[in-house]
């Protein structure tokens, strides 16, 4: 139950970001009511936290359904940021009240970008103040380049000023909101495979990983510096099995590879013996206009199996 001053309304992801699942959660309820026909509560396992959009949608919509739940994430930097405001939200509102009020006494875009800049050079060697160090990386997260997190090969954050007008750099019924709906939460920052101990028939994981790219020119998966490829795609699929031979239900977003080569059945044959559904979404990120616009992603899951059916016997769900 949260308190009086605060609302359910205000438990949302306090991050924008690139690849955010939030057009995605139509689809994805959609396989959580499904599961719910058959469970009264469940465990949320989500390896791989990112901005949390399902994560704070399970708790804002079916929060009296999620027993426990547990997020995951490489990125030591953004589950500190979690963890800051779990344990912390009042000090981190108070570090964004003044990196907000420091920014607006700024009116040229120009002085504005250099206060960006001498920030993004804190945040990228700050250590030991995990308070300041989530506030910085909000901050950043409001005022960059169209949210993205994306990181050299030495871990630096580089994404270039984002050049908004009025930004919220601190939404304190936001951060008080989640605070409260976080106490429910464990959270971890380990690899993916590290949750492999929360796997029991009433647990629901929710895998959304770095993606696969589409194109050599749509790699925007440079997340952590270690990356993210093939191999790791493949482990993943591993993990996946382990899942449903536990008798757990996943659900997995990822990018459709047939989107630019029809041949490419990168996911399709890796994932042939369970459930795999195209769904309309738009792709927001791109260096060329062009390159903008509806693509297909995939969610992939164990539901038909799960339910003694044939994958082939589902229609596959779209957003349109």
Same mark, same amino acid.
């Given at each position: 139950?949260?308190?009086?001053?605060?609302?359910?309304?205000?438990?949302?992801?306090?991050?924008?970001?690139?690849?955010?699942?939030?057009? *995605?959660?139509?689809? +994805?309820?959609?396989?959580?009511?499904?599961?719910?026909?058959?469970?009264?509560? +469940?465990?949320? !396992?989500?390896?791989?936290?990112?901005?949390?959009?399902? *994560?704070?949608?399970?708790?804002?919509?079916?929060?009296?359904? #999620?027993?426990?739940?547990?997020?995951?994430?490489?990125?030591?930097?953004?589950?500190?940021?979690?963890?800051?405001?779990?344990?912390?939200?009042?000090?981190?509102?108070?570090?964004?009240?003044?990196?907000?009020?420091?920014?607006?006494?700024?009116?040229?875009?120009?002085?504005?970008?250099?206060?960006? *800049?001498?920030?993004?050079?804190?945040?990228?060697?700050?250590?030991?103040?995990?308070?300041?160090?989530?506030?910085?990386?909000?901050?950043?997260?409001?005022? &960059?380049?169209?949210?993205?997190?994306?990181?050299?090969? =030495?871990?630096?954050?580089?994404?270039? @000023?984002?050049?908004?007008?009025?930004?919220?750099? &601190?939404?304190?019924? #936001?951060?008080?909101?989640?605070?409260?709906? *976080?106490?429910?939460?464990?959270?971890?920052?380990?690899?993916?495979?590290?949750?492999?101990?929360? !796997?029991?028939?009433?647990? @629901?994981?929710?895998?959304?990983?770095?993606?696969?790219? !589409?194109?050599?020119?749509?790699?925007?998966?440079?997340?952590?510096?270690?990356?993210?490829?093939?191999?790791?795609? #493949?482990?993943?699929?591993?993990? &996946?099995?382990?899942?449903?031979?536990?008798?757990?239900?996943?659900?997995?977003?990822?990018?459709?590879?047939?989107?630019?080569?029809?041949?490419?059945?990168?996911?399709?044959?890796?994932?042939?013996?369970?459930?795999?559904? =195209?769904?309309?979404?738009?792709?927001? +990120?791109?260096?060329?206009?062009?390159?903008?616009?509806?693509? @297909?992603?995939?969610? +992939?899951?164990?539901?038909?199996?799960?339910?003694?059916?044939?994958?082939?016997?589902?229609?596959?769900?779209?957003? @349109?």
């Amino acid at each position: 139950m949260l308190s009086n001053t605060t609302r359910e309304a205000d438990i949302k992801p306090f991050l924008k970001w690139a690849g955010g699942k939030t057009q *995605l959660l139509p689809a +994805i309820e959609a396989k959580l009511i499904q599961r719910l026909e058959s469970k009264s509560t +469940i465990d949320f !396992i989500e390896p791989f936290a990112g901005s949390g959009a399902v *994560l704070f949608f399970m708790l804002r919509a079916y929060g009296k359904y #999620v027993k426990h739940a547990v997020i995951n994430d490489i990125n030591t930097t953004l589950t500190d940021c979690y963890l800051t405001i779990k344990q912390s939200p009042e000090l981190l509102i108070k570090e964004l009240a003044g990196l907000e009020e420091q920014y607006y006494t700024y009116a040229s875009e120009e002085d504005r970008k250099q206060f960006f *800049l001498e920030i993004r050079e804190e945040f990228n060697h700050l250590e030991e103040n995990p308070t300041r160090k989530s506030a910085l990386m909000i901050f950043l997260n409001k005022t &960059c380049f169209n949210g993205l997190y994306r990181v050299n090969s =030495k871990g630096g954050f580089n994404v270039p @000023f984002g050049k908004y007008a009025n930004p919220t750099i &601190c939404n304190a019924p #936001v951060i008080r909101a989640n605070s409260e709906a *976080l106490q429910k939460v464990e959270i971890l920052n380990t690899d993916f495979r590290e949750t492999e101990k929360h !796997i029991h028939p009433d647990a @629901f994981f929710y895998f959304d990983p770095p993606y696969k790219p !589409i194109s050599t020119t749509a790699s925007f998966n440079a997340y952590a510096k270690e990356g993210f490829i093939d191999e790791d795609q #493949v482990r993943l699929k591993k993990f &996946c099995d382990a899942v449903h031979e536990g008798q757990a239900y996943f659900v997995q977003s990822n990018s459709d590879t047939t989107n630019n080569d029809e041949s490419n059945n990168f996911f399709q044959d890796l994932y042939q013996d369970y459930t795999i559904e =195209k769904v309309k979404a738009k792709r927001a +990120i791109n260096s060329k206009g062009s390159g903008r616009g509806e693509i @297909f992603e995939l969610l +992939i899951s164990n539901d038909s199996i799960l339910a003694d059916t044939q994958p082939a016997e589902r229609k596959a769900l779209r957003i @349109f």
